[in-house]
């Protein structure tokens, strides 16, 4: 569940803390107050792209703190993210410069990508232009896949055709075209044997540099190492024995002084560094290598290296990455040098691939569909449109009584395009769920799909922004009664303006904003008692609230309550 939602310049919001509860949440306010900015903010922090126009005038960032505490069910990976409270903490900066800032998981740096393919799939969005959405048949396909929990299968039907399409597309490739990949082919093989021949090796080639270095100076190395010895040792006594001395007189009054044994240690400390840079001396006069032959090579092979590497475009330290870059490389144009005939061949057997996984996928998502319509069809009898009826149609893009060589043409979703359907009242013809059924009928469908998806996929939260638009009374109260019974197993945070919706609610929040010293800003509360009362009164017949609207919100909270204890009849 979403725990707090905090948001600093964020448009209208100099500062706002969103505490919300399991069950159902409902923000409330005016239009234009702020309360759907709640749903950019939630996006944003959640890998959404953009936000430099949410910045707050004359600020220099907005900040975007959200903290949730995932359940027990969800996958591991999110899991283990969280704390030692369980809770995961996403902050989101955004600057006006683009630098400095980015994303944040419990305080460590984060990838839009990573938040969005680990985290993004505990919250499902609902938002204003859900009914749009769902006029999309690639939509309606991902929720098709997501019921019938057919991501397998898709992504089986989507390999062999990319294979296949790949292969079709060199097969149609112009002379010339042939001919620049047959040239860069042959340019590769060429810079991959050379990277072989240099065998470079990190591990020996890394320190190089350094060893020639070394190698070309080790006559003054070896007479600065014996006669810097020569110093520490000469005299009587030496450097080393003058120092074990010092330290050796103050070491037996080292108990009686804590100022005294701390100059002792000292002593004793320098003491070691001398006789080890003695030890090392010593080493390096009697180690260093002077062999001319061997310094000929080390600088011919250092030479050697940096051409190849310059010729390559990358540092010497790259070979190795140059050369997994290359195979990758080879390994995918080798495809252009097979002969056409070959080339045909192969295409005719991914063709048959293609065809054999999208007419199992199409299969799996007819079965899935009337699973779905089934579903779809109890919520909507549950939202008082017992005689409505959903149902999915199938076109086929390709089948097998069709060439082979046109499957491609039906694209990469599958071999069939999807469309979600709407029979409002018996007798009436079907209507596209998005298209020219009524605001309410839409927000009822919507609703009823949501509800049947979360049946096979449970998110930790459903935010669902103003799916109530253009929803009536009667209808509100069908709605907040499904919102609230669905909240016995997850967390519901809805932007709504129905007071019917507001009422179930465990939690209600209300956005405000005023004017003060020519400034716009929005402020968050949560209501309870009078507070509440007065909200959902001037929801019920706006500013003009009286004794008979404030009498009908004090019914419609006692409704709620009793949904919530229990006794199931929502009224």
């Given at each position: 569940m979403l725990k707090s939602l905090s948001l600093e310049n964020f448009l209208l919001f100099e500062r706002a803390d969103f505490d919300f509860a399991a069950g159902l949440n409902a923000v409330s306010g005016e239009t234009g107050a702020g309360k759907s900015l709640v749903a950019r903010a939630l996006g944003l922090v959640l890998g959404g792209r953009g936000g430099q126009d949410a910045i707050r005038q004359g600020a220099d960032e907005s900040r975007i703190t959200a903290v949730f505490h995932p359940h027990a069910g969800v996958?591991?990976?999110?899991?283990?993210?969280?704390?030692?409270?369980?809770?995961?903490?996403?902050?989101?900066?955004?600057?006006?410069?683009?630098?400095?800032?980015?994303?944040?998981?419990?305080?460590?740096?984060?990838?839009?990508?990573?938040?969005?393919?680990?985290?993004?799939?505990?919250?499902?969005?609902?938002?204003?232009?859900?009914?749009?959405?769902?006029?999309?048949?690639?939509?309606?396909?991902?929720?098709?896949?997501?019921?019938?929990?057919?991501?397998?299968a898709a992504e089986r039907y989507q390999s062999c055709?990319?294979?296949?399409?790949?292969?079709?597309?060199?097969l149609k490739a112009g002379r010339e075209e042939r001919e620049l990949v047959r040239l860069r082919l042959e340019r590769a093989r060429e810079e991959l044997s050379d990277i072989e021949k240099a065998a470079y090796d990190p591990a020996e080639d890394g320190g190089l540099e350094d060893v020639i270095r070394e190698m070309s100076n080790a006559a003054h190395i070896v007479s600065a190492a014996r006669e810097a010895a020569e110093i520490m040792e000469a005299g009587e006594p030496g450097a080393v024995d003058a120092i074990g001395s010092a330290w050796r007189v103050l070491e037996k009054l080292a108990p009686v002084s804590p100022r005294l044994a701390e100059a002792a240690a000292d002593i004793s400390a320098a003491l070691e560094s001398v006789e080890s840079a003695l030890g090392k001396l010593s080493e390096l006069a009697r180690d260093v290598d002077a062999n001319p032959e061997r310094l000929d090579a080390m600088i011919g092979r250092s030479e050697m290296l940096r051409t190849l590497a310059k010729r390559l475009g990358v540092d010497v330290s790259e070979l190795p990455a140059r050369r997994d870059k290359l195979a990758l490389e080879i390994e995918d144009l080798s495809g252009w040098d097979?002969?056409?005939?070959?080339?045909?061949?192969?295409?005719?057997?991914?063709?048959?691939?293609?065809?054999?996984?999208?007419l199992g996928l199409g299969k799996k998502r007819r079965d899935a569909a009337k699973r779905l319509a089934r579903a779809v069809n109890r919520e909507l009898a549950g939202l008082g449109m017992k005689q409505a009826g959903f149902h999915v149609e199938f076109e086929p893009l390709w089948h097998e009584e069709m060439p082979l060589d046109d499957i491609l043409a039906a694209g990469p979703n599958g071999l069939d395009e999807v469309n979600f359907y709407l029979t409002p009242n018996p007798g009436e013809a079907p209507s596209a769920v998005a298209g020219a059924i009524s605001g309410g009928e839409s927000s009822r469908a919507i609703l009823a799909i949501k509800s049947a998806l979360s049946q096979v996929h449970r998110p930790d939260l459903m935010f669902l922004d103003e799916v109530d638009a253009g929803v009536g009374a009667r209808l509100g109260r069908e709605l907040g009664i499904k919102l609230a019974e669905m909240s016995a197993t997850r967390q519901i945070i809805v932007i709504t303006h129905l007071p019917q919706i507001a009422a179930y609610a465990e939690r209600h929040l209300k956005v405000a904003k005023s004017v003060r010293k020519g400034r716009t800003s929005a402020t968050v509360e949560i209501l309870a008692d009078d507070n509440r009362v007065r909200e959902i009164a001037s929801m019920i017949h706006g500013s003009a609230a009286n004794a008979v609207t404030i009498e009908q919100a004090r019914e419609m909270l006692d409704e709620g309550v009793r949904l919530a204890g229990g006794d199931g009849t929502g009224g």
């Open positions: 996958d591991e990976n999110v899991l283990a993210l969280a704390d030692a409270n369980g809770d995961i903490t996403l902050t989101r900066i955004v600057r006006r410069n683009k630098d400095g800032g980015g994303l944040a998981i419990n305080g460590k740096q984060a990838t839009a990508h990573a938040v969005r393919q680990t985290l993004a799939g505990m919250v499902d969005f609902a938002a204003q232009n859900e009914h749009m959405r769902l006029g999309d048949p690639a939509y309606q396909l991902e929720l098709l896949d997501a019921y019938g929990r057919l991501a397998g055709y990319r294979a296949a399409e790949s292969l079709a597309r060199r097979a002969g056409e005939d070959e080339t045909r061949k192969r295409l005719g057997e991914l063709l048959s691939g293609v065809a054999e996984a999208g």
